[in-house]
T-cell receptor
Protein backbone atom coordinates (compact mmCIF):
# COMPACT_ATOMS: atom_id res chain seq x y z
CA UNK A 1 0.00 0.00 0.00
CA UNK A 2 0.92 3.64 -0.26
CA UNK A 3 3.30 5.01 2.33
CA UNK A 4 3.94 8.61 3.15
CA UNK A 5 7.41 10.14 3.27
CA UNK A 6 7.98 11.39 6.81
CA UNK A 7 11.05 13.32 7.94
CA UNK A 8 13.20 13.47 9.83
CA UNK A 9 13.47 9.81 10.74
CA UNK A 10 14.82 10.68 14.19
CA UNK A 11 15.55 13.75 16.26
CA UNK A 12 17.67 14.34 19.36
CA UNK A 13 16.93 17.69 20.96
CA UNK A 14 17.49 19.55 24.20
CA UNK A 15 14.58 20.10 26.54
CA UNK A 16 12.96 23.44 25.76
CA UNK A 17 13.75 23.40 22.06
CA UNK A 18 11.11 23.47 19.35
CA UNK A 19 10.55 20.50 17.03
CA UNK A 20 9.36 20.35 13.44
CA UNK A 21 8.52 17.32 11.35
CA UNK A 22 6.67 16.84 8.08
CA UNK A 23 4.98 14.35 5.79
CA UNK A 24 4.68 14.39 2.03
CA UNK A 25 2.65 12.32 -0.36
CA UNK A 26 2.38 11.88 -4.10
CA UNK A 27 -1.41 11.76 -3.71
CA UNK A 28 -3.95 14.28 -2.52
CA UNK A 29 -5.54 13.66 0.86
CA UNK A 30 -8.78 14.96 2.37
CA UNK A 31 -7.69 14.30 5.95
CA UNK A 32 -4.34 14.48 7.71
CA UNK A 33 -3.83 12.94 11.15
CA UNK A 34 -0.92 13.11 13.58
CA UNK A 35 -0.28 10.43 16.23
CA UNK A 36 2.16 9.85 19.08
CA UNK A 37 3.13 6.33 20.09
CA UNK A 38 4.82 5.40 23.36
CA UNK A 39 6.75 2.11 23.58
CA UNK A 40 4.49 -0.93 23.79
CA UNK A 41 1.30 1.08 23.33
CA UNK A 42 -1.05 1.94 20.51
CA UNK A 43 -0.75 5.29 18.70
CA UNK A 44 -2.74 8.12 20.24
CA UNK A 45 -4.38 10.71 18.00
CA UNK A 46 -2.97 14.20 18.60
CA UNK A 47 -4.43 16.39 15.88
CA UNK A 48 -6.83 15.94 12.94
CA UNK A 49 -6.88 18.27 9.91
CA UNK A 50 -9.68 18.41 7.35
CA UNK A 51 -9.13 21.47 5.12
CA UNK A 52 -6.25 22.60 2.92
CA UNK A 53 -4.38 25.39 4.66
CA UNK A 54 -5.91 24.56 8.05
CA UNK A 55 -3.74 25.28 11.08
CA UNK A 56 -4.76 23.53 14.30
CA UNK A 57 -3.23 23.60 17.77
CA UNK A 58 -3.42 21.22 20.70
CA UNK A 59 -1.51 22.72 23.60
CA UNK A 60 2.14 22.98 22.57
CA UNK A 61 1.44 21.10 19.34
CA UNK A 62 0.53 22.80 16.08
CA UNK A 63 -0.18 21.05 12.80
CA UNK A 64 -0.93 22.34 9.33
CA UNK A 65 -2.69 20.84 6.34
CA UNK A 66 -0.58 21.79 3.32
CA UNK A 67 -2.20 23.98 0.69
CA UNK A 68 -1.40 21.43 -2.04
CA UNK A 69 -3.16 18.74 0.08
CA UNK A 70 -0.06 16.59 -0.42
CA UNK A 71 1.77 17.48 2.78
CA UNK A 72 1.39 18.25 6.45
CA UNK A 73 3.58 19.62 9.22
CA UNK A 74 3.71 19.11 12.98
CA UNK A 75 5.47 21.49 15.33
CA UNK A 76 6.09 21.00 19.04
CA UNK A 77 7.10 24.06 21.01
CA UNK A 78 9.20 24.09 24.17
CA UNK A 79 9.75 20.34 24.26
CA UNK A 80 9.64 18.45 27.56
CA UNK A 81 10.85 14.95 28.46
CA UNK A 82 7.37 13.40 28.13
CA UNK A 83 7.33 14.38 24.44
CA UNK A 84 9.63 11.42 23.82
CA UNK A 85 8.12 8.86 21.49
CA UNK A 86 7.44 8.09 17.85
CA UNK A 87 5.26 10.47 15.88
CA UNK A 88 3.29 9.27 12.88
CA UNK A 89 1.42 11.13 10.21
CA UNK A 90 -1.51 9.56 8.39
CA UNK A 91 -3.58 10.59 5.41
CA UNK A 92 -6.97 9.60 4.12
CA UNK A 93 -8.38 10.29 0.67
CA UNK A 94 -11.90 9.31 -0.37
CA UNK A 95 -11.83 5.64 0.61
CA UNK A 96 -11.78 3.81 3.89
CA UNK A 97 -8.02 3.35 4.08
CA UNK A 98 -5.54 5.42 6.03
CA UNK A 99 -1.93 5.67 4.82
CA UNK A 100 0.84 6.11 7.38
CA UNK A 101 4.23 7.73 7.44
CA UNK A 102 7.32 5.83 8.56
CA UNK A 103 7.50 7.72 11.84
CA UNK A 104 9.76 10.26 13.52
CA UNK A 105 11.51 9.10 16.67
CA UNK A 106 11.90 11.99 19.11
CA UNK A 107 14.40 11.97 21.98
CA UNK A 108 14.41 14.89 24.41
CA UNK A 109 17.57 15.37 26.42
CA UNK A 110 16.93 16.93 29.85
CA UNK B 1 -17.49 7.72 24.63
CA UNK B 2 -15.91 5.09 22.43
CA UNK B 3 -13.33 2.58 23.61
CA UNK B 4 -11.45 -0.15 21.83
CA UNK B 5 -10.11 -3.28 23.49
CA UNK B 6 -7.59 -5.87 22.36
CA UNK B 7 -6.57 -9.14 23.95
CA UNK B 8 -4.41 -10.70 24.81
CA UNK B 9 -1.89 -7.96 25.51
CA UNK B 10 1.05 -10.29 24.97
CA UNK B 11 1.33 -13.74 23.48
CA UNK B 12 4.17 -16.21 22.97
CA UNK B 13 3.40 -19.01 20.56
CA UNK B 14 5.43 -21.80 18.95
CA UNK B 15 5.87 -21.98 15.19
CA UNK B 16 3.04 -23.91 13.58
CA UNK B 17 0.50 -23.17 16.30
CA UNK B 18 -2.81 -21.41 15.64
CA UNK B 19 -3.55 -17.79 16.47
CA UNK B 20 -6.61 -15.83 17.49
CA UNK B 21 -6.46 -12.15 18.42
CA UNK B 22 -9.62 -10.33 19.34
CA UNK B 23 -10.64 -6.70 19.07
CA UNK B 24 -13.87 -5.13 20.27
CA UNK B 25 -15.18 -1.58 20.09
CA UNK B 26 -17.69 -0.02 22.46
CA UNK B 27 -19.77 3.12 22.14
CA UNK B 28 -20.28 3.22 18.38
CA UNK B 29 -22.23 1.35 15.71
CA UNK B 30 -21.13 0.03 12.32
CA UNK B 31 -17.53 1.17 12.61
CA UNK B 32 -14.86 0.47 10.03
CA UNK B 33 -12.37 -1.91 11.64
CA UNK B 34 -8.72 -2.42 10.81
CA UNK B 35 -5.84 -4.77 11.65
CA UNK B 36 -2.28 -3.47 11.35
CA UNK B 37 1.08 -5.06 12.06
CA UNK B 38 4.00 -3.01 13.27
CA UNK B 39 7.52 -4.38 13.13
CA UNK B 40 10.40 -3.03 15.20
CA UNK B 41 8.37 -0.08 16.52
CA UNK B 42 8.08 1.63 13.15
CA UNK B 43 5.86 1.51 10.08
CA UNK B 44 2.26 0.34 10.28
CA UNK B 45 1.35 -2.30 7.70
CA UNK B 46 -2.37 -2.60 6.97
CA UNK B 47 -3.38 -6.26 7.00
CA UNK B 48 -7.18 -6.24 6.81
CA UNK B 49 -10.07 -3.84 7.05
CA UNK B 50 -13.81 -4.31 7.30
CA UNK B 51 -16.69 -1.96 6.57
CA UNK B 52 -19.38 -4.29 7.92
CA UNK B 53 -20.23 -7.71 9.33
CA UNK B 54 -18.76 -10.46 7.16
CA UNK B 55 -17.03 -7.93 4.86
CA UNK B 56 -13.24 -8.30 4.89
CA UNK B 57 -10.69 -6.67 2.59
CA UNK B 58 -7.22 -8.18 2.58
CA UNK B 59 -4.27 -5.96 1.83
CA UNK B 60 -1.38 -8.38 2.20
CA UNK B 61 -1.53 -12.02 1.05
CA UNK B 62 -0.14 -14.19 3.83
CA UNK B 63 -1.08 -16.93 6.26
CA UNK B 64 -3.31 -14.63 8.31
CA UNK B 65 -7.06 -14.20 8.02
CA UNK B 66 -9.64 -11.91 9.59
CA UNK B 67 -13.29 -12.26 10.47
CA UNK B 68 -16.00 -9.95 11.69
CA UNK B 69 -18.68 -12.09 13.30
CA UNK B 70 -20.37 -9.16 15.02
CA UNK B 71 -20.69 -5.44 14.31
CA UNK B 72 -18.07 -4.39 16.84
CA UNK B 73 -15.86 -7.47 16.91
CA UNK B 74 -12.86 -8.09 14.68
CA UNK B 75 -10.72 -11.23 14.92
CA UNK B 76 -7.30 -11.94 13.46
CA UNK B 77 -6.44 -15.60 12.98
CA UNK B 78 -3.87 -17.99 11.65
CA UNK B 79 -3.92 -21.75 11.29
CA UNK B 80 -0.14 -22.12 11.49
CA UNK B 81 2.12 -19.33 12.72
CA UNK B 82 5.46 -18.53 11.11
CA UNK B 83 8.46 -16.90 12.75
CA UNK B 84 7.88 -13.88 10.53
CA UNK B 85 4.44 -13.37 12.11
CA UNK B 86 6.08 -11.94 15.23
CA UNK B 87 5.27 -8.30 15.77
CA UNK B 88 2.96 -5.77 17.38
CA UNK B 89 -0.62 -6.11 16.17
CA UNK B 90 -2.87 -3.10 16.35
CA UNK B 91 -6.61 -2.93 15.89
CA UNK B 92 -8.21 0.38 14.95
CA UNK B 93 -11.65 1.78 14.20
CA UNK B 94 -13.07 4.73 12.35
CA UNK B 95 -16.43 6.03 11.25
CA UNK B 96 -17.15 5.17 7.60
CA UNK B 97 -16.45 7.63 4.78
CA UNK B 98 -13.81 10.30 4.38
CA UNK B 99 -12.88 13.20 6.69
CA UNK B 100 -12.62 10.88 9.66
CA UNK B 101 -10.32 10.05 12.49
CA UNK B 102 -8.93 6.62 13.25
CA UNK B 103 -8.45 5.36 16.79
CA UNK B 104 -6.15 2.56 17.88
CA UNK B 105 -6.37 -0.13 20.51
CA UNK B 106 -3.56 -0.87 22.98
CA UNK B 107 -2.04 -3.58 20.77
CA UNK B 108 -0.97 -7.21 21.15
CA UNK B 109 2.69 -8.15 21.26
CA UNK B 110 3.09 -11.53 19.49
CA UNK B 111 6.30 -13.50 19.71
CA UNK B 112 6.59 -16.66 17.63
CA UNK B 113 9.38 -19.00 18.75
Amino acid sequence: GQQLNQSPQSMFIQEGEDVSMNCTSSSIFNTWLWYKQDPGEGPVLLIALYKAGELTSNGRLTAQFGITRKDSFLNISASIPSDVGIYFCAGQSTGNQFYFGTGTSLTVIP
Amino acid sequence: SQTIHQWPATLVQPVGSPLSLECTVEGTSNPNLYWYRQAAGRGLQLLFYSVGIGQISSEVPQNLSASRPQDRQFILSSKKLLLSDSGFYLCAWSVGGSHNEQFFGPGTRLTVL
